[in-house]
């Protein structure tokens, strides 16, 4: 179980940030290319916006794309070197503000004044107490239309099969690198999508639809969810869509990549 401590340590002090999180869109060609074209088809009815708020913008790999489409942003990590970083990065654009908190507040926002909280690729770290903690909170600080768009783990689904690989005595590296066991990658397992749904409903919102994804291998291990508060225009019943094809999907990114990104920004 990782707690917030040991990721406020992991990724304030041990993980090697040389790549910026660029190495997180490898399978998709780059970080451009896993925004035009897996993220932001999916987010496009919600953007451009107000207020969006992005909880654990890491080295703003997704913060850079996000300031562009709001009239305010609010970036919010428990990493102080990560919040660090994305000041330093995005000097220039003066609708930033950031905040630096304990794994599991949102007081940096004021209740009902955001339009979109983003998270992609950072809470599937996040153990089932700390996503608990954000939706119940996210049920607050959503404006009366906002909505949120959060990838998290669903590795519980599998918690069974980890925990038993995790006391093999030895080899269980080599067995993953050759395929044999599958990798959690760092997953909660104390998360699901089930577990989202549930924090939703407890907190008094409604989530609205939740695409379960592979990572790398064959396993559903991650999920994004969305969810909205009671009387908004995006309420609707839950939509459950298994998506087995998501790695595939950044494969064929991937090869299309080099063809239509790379150039530089218009100015």
Known sequence: MASVEYNRDFWNAQYDWRQGGEEWSEAWGSSEAQWWGSLLPRLHRFVPC?????????????????????????????????????????????????????????????????????????????????????????????KPNGVAFIHHSNAWRYHKYFELTKRLPRGRQ???????????????????????????????????GQEIINWRGKYLLDCVSMFTVKGSVWERPNRVVENRQFMAEAGTLARLAPLYTGWPAPK
Request: charged share 25%; net charge negative; proline share 1%.
């Open 174 to 208: 080599f067995l993953m690198r050759k395929g044999v066991l599958a990798d959690d990658s760092g997953r909660a397992l104390s998360m699901s999508a089930a577990h989202f749904e549930e924090f939703c409903r407890r907190a008094g919102g409604l989530c609205i």
């Open 50 to 142: 107000g207020h969006i708020l992005e909880i654990a913008p890491g080295f703003g790999r997704w913060t850079a794309f996000l300031k562009d489409l709001c009239q305010r942003l609010t970036v919010v990590d428990l990493s102080e070197r990560c919040i660090r970083h994305c000041q330093e990065r995005f000097a220039g654009a003066t609708n930033i503000t950031y905040a630096v908190n304990d794994g599991k507040s949102l007081d940096a926002a004021a209740d009902q004044s955001v339009d979109l909280a983003f998270s992609f690729d950072s809470l599937v770290h996040a153990e089932a107490e700390v996503l608990a903690a954000y939706v119940g909170q996210l049920a607050r600080k959503l």
